[in-house]
């Protein structure tokens, strides 16, 4: 049931409102939570990326828009819009969330498939686990946004090195936010949660790669899990799944 339950998934709304018709034809996709710069007209906005999918994303925080409008989009966030990495997307729907009146906008990429290479868009694909249709078909690539604790340690000496939270996290890695900064391949442990009734989870990693936030002073660092035995293995796909059966953000 787990593996089917892993494996089929094709969308997440958690913690959040259900997805509209609309929202639906964007997919599949992924929560996240990246800042992102927006372009409307002549005017800057700032807002937020919270959920990624293959031909889409949907963004948090927009300005009145209209269905069909072109905008531009540029990452790493940053205190004005960055022209050189802007990436164009068309406006498929936008609405009011009802709860606290935020706009929501779920936007199709100009760009498609092969174009999207050597883009900010790739990157954040590949980062939270979602590249190509048979994604889903890897228990790995499952990923969920979390607000977990997390502290990570030097590998070898134990060293402390950070704390923070975890933003994203599957049974293959994580995204985690903290303080320090953290170097390029290095062999790290990470100590994540607890979480309800699961204790904190100790698990090798190395990190991919650790970049800054300026607006936010924190930096982001990617994880890769290693050397994960059965039993953590089978840790990390319990709380997955327990995460997902209780729509939390942890």
């Not at 990570?152 to 134990?158: F, W």
Request: some cysteine.
């Amino acid at each position: 049931m787990l593996r089917e339950l892993l494996k089929g998934i094709k969308a997440f709304v958690i913690g959040g409102e259900l997805p509209t018709p609309d929202e639906s034809r964007i997919a599949p996709r992924l929560l996240c939570q990246y800042r992102v710069n927006l372009r409307y007209g002549d005017a800057e906005f700032k807002a937020s990326v919270v959920d990624i999918g293959s031909t889409g994303m949907r963004l948090e925080g927009v300005p009145e828009m209209n269905k069909t409008d072109h905008l531009r989009i540029s990452y790493p966030f940053a205190e004005h819009f960055q022209e050189d990495i802007g990436f164009e997307v068309e406006v498929m729907w936008t609405r009011v969330r009802t709860h606290d009146g935020v706009r929501l906008a779920g936007v199709r990429y100009i760009k498609q498939g092969e174009e999207l290479k050597g883009t900010w868009v790739r990157t954040l694909q590949e980062e939270v686990g979602l590249h190509g249709d048979s994604t889903f078909q890897k228990r790995k690539h499952v990923r969920l946004a979390t607000t977990l604790k997390a502290e990570v340690r030097d590998l070898d000496s134990g060293r402390f090195l950070s704390q923070g939270k975890v933003n994203n996290l599957s049974v293959g890695g994580a995204l985690i936010e903290s303080p320090e900064e953290l170097k390029k391949n290095n062999r790290v442990m990470a100590l994540i949660g607890p979480h309800l009734n699961y204790p904190t989870l100790s698990v090798h990693a190395r990190v991919l790669n650790s970049r800054a936030d300026e607006d936010d002073g924190v930096y982001l660092h990617s994880l890769q899990f290693v050397d994960v035995n059965k039993k953590q293995l089978k840790t990390l796909e319990r709380l997955v799944l327990k995460m997902l059966q209780g729509r939390s953000l942890g």
